[in-house]
DNA sequence: TTTTTTAGCTAAAACGTTTTAGCAATGTTT
DNA sequence: AAACATTGCTAAAACGTTTTAGCTAAAAAA
């Protein structure tokens, strides 16, 4: 077992001193005059025995940790873990290492959990934000901290982020209904103000309004288990019997929006036509499949990763940091589930 | 803004030494005769101006990163991402905070990523072991660092690990196969030789073997794209097409399997019956329902976390660290995908 | 009264880096 | 020959904790 060596070590085995060998690993030799021999023999003796700084020592010294906090909703939810999958190695390669959470759309715990990362002296954040936490994240941007916001955002907030646009691509889906000939088009929704829901709703209003159709909303609760989504679904299908096709703007709604027209033996496309927000395996795989509003997780993904490592780059110049404002298209998938036989 | 305030500033604040102040914030101070007026008096004005102690600071000194790592085959995988979610909170609950990556059951990969672990002193690892990273674990126990594998293990190595019990769930599996009336059952897997995919090729065998059945089996490189997964199944049906029944040992094996027989046209169950390994709501609402052998995610997760924290409750105590070694049960759930009409 | 014990607190070292300020020796200009 | 510049390196402070060893004063024992 080979002691730990400590920078110390190696700059008694070497006979310099401590300062030189740390200029020569930070790449700072050259700016110090430091002689290329001394640096070749330092480069090459570090080699040699493997010689690891100590992440702590140079931490506390810097205030860096090399962390970036990834807050999600549910890192369950196959969009959210997706994007944690393709953040994942670009951090890495840039010498971040990542901790995950998950916020469950609750306040509450998200400012709880915003304390311990800033305990921790967090890099940078990436953060599906819940709807009471904008004070806290203003915080985090007065203090100049590395910042993006994804799926939803606050519009007075002067943050990075990286969001669909959930209005247009909502519209151009109820559009779809509407070409295929569906007229009595439901709206399920959750009940929330946030800007990813709000825009979902402005487009399936504008959607509606151009054409002159009436409007049937069904707002589901945060946090509601499935079955009582299901059983909100039958009841609003039993008091609206005229709808014939339903948009689902989450994909776990969709789900359960399924389980309930199976439930009720309505038949897809010809009973009621489907389109959910989100893609997933289970829409692909359905009997029959379902068209969806897919968002594009990749480029969400790298857009995300690179505009906060971008930030890190440029934390201290003192010049603004880049906050981009991202807004994608999302693209219809049409698939059986609105293809009425008319 | 008010400024980061030390141990120093409060110690001065307060006319006391750092000594007396750090002994009461880390509840050492009655075993050293701090007397209860100064400990109340440290409490109240450390809870007044909200000092929080400064994690490098703590690490540098003690070693300890407070940080559980999280390996992962693929963190975007539904099992996987469950375990996750459910590791998660009762980790931050002891003061842990959980980074993740995945290791893409590849072993350069993840010997340079337990490597970047180390250097941060992660306290504990929980791993989806690959099959040449038995060294590199071994190396890890040997330093003591709490440690659980899950999903597979080394059968001659001393880790504590979560696993189910591949062999005996597989086997019920083929028997229900063979119950309801399938004689020719082709059994999908992985080309690999971990223990979670021998055991479920040991609980095929085992089962065909009592019964006098014959075995089809089709090994998939590891890393295969879905496309090559299906093109590789469709060539194993034709190839033996006395075939009437097919066990897939793992979620997106079972998924690809799906594809492949739907481009095939193959009726499930009537023309074939199908068991997936893992559950996922793909499976459940497929049409027809999969069905499946369903891992215990919770009590996987719990027994995960649970042991890996007690190990770091007690590693400081010299007797040997408990190493569980857990073979849970899985349980098949029996859905249309083998009601086969007789 | 002197010695010993105990109660209550603290000085200072240590953890392992990065970085500022500066020193000595050599080279260059006046 | 004196003054100045440059090259090549280093001493030491600082980051903010935890913990060991020990000090002083009061209480108890001799």
Do not use: W
Not at 122 to 133: H, K, L, Q, R, S
Not at 182 to 207: C, E, N, P, W
Not at 301 to 330: C, F, G, M, T, W
Request: glycine letters at 4%.
């Amino acid at each position: 077992m080979k002691a730990k060596r400590t920078i110390r070590d190696i700059a008694n085995e070497l006979q310099l001193s401590i300062t030189t060998v740390s200029l020569v690993l930070n790449g700072k030799a050259r700016q110090n005059r430091i002689s290329q021999e001394v640096i070749d023999r330092v480069l090459k003796f570090v080699k040699e025995v493997d010689y690891r700084p100590n992440h702590f020592a140079r931490s506390l010294r810097n205030g860096k940790s090399k962390i970036i906090a990834f807050m999600a909703e549910d890192i369950s939810n196959p969009f959210f873990s997706s994007v944690a999958r393709l953040i994942e190695d670009s951090a890495n390669n840039s010498g971040y290492k990542i901790v995950y959470c998950s916020t469950e759309n609750n306040t509450e715990k998200t400012r709880e959990l915003i304390r311990t990362f800033k305990d921790r002296r967090v890099d940078a954040y990436i953060i599906t934000p819940t709807e009471g936490i904008e004070k806290d994240i203003e915080t985090l941007v007065t203090n100049r901290i590395p910042l993006m916001l994804f799926d939803r955002y606050f519009t007075d907030l002067s943050t990075g982020y990286v969001v669909i646009d959930n209005e247009q691509s909502t519209c151009t889906a109820i559009q779809h209904f509407i070409e295929q000939g569906y007229r009595q088009i439901g709206f399920v929704t959750l009940d929330s103000d946030q800007t990813q829901m709000s825009g979902r709703y402005k487009g399936y209003i504008r959607a509606l309004e151009a054409s002159g159709l009436p409007r049937f909303v069904l707002r589901i609760p945060y946090g509601s288990t499935e079955t009582s989504i299901i059983d909100a679904i039958i009841n609003f299908l039993a008091e609206n019997r005229e709808i014939d096709s339903l948009f689902f703007s989450s994909n776990y709604l969709g789900i359960s929006g399924l389980k309930a027209l199976k439930k009720k033996n309505l038949s897809i496309p010809d009973d009621i036509g489907v389109i959910a927000f989100d893609d997933s395996e289970v829409f692909r795989m359905h009997t029959p499949t379902i068209t969806t509003v897919t968002q594009p997780v990749e480029e969400i993904s790298h857009k995300l990763v690179e505009s906060v490592l971008n930030q890190l780059r440029h934390e201290e110049s003192s010049d603004d940091i880049r906050k981009d404002k991202i807004k994608l298209p999302a693209k219809l998938v049409v698939r059986e589930s609105t293809a009425r036989k008319k």
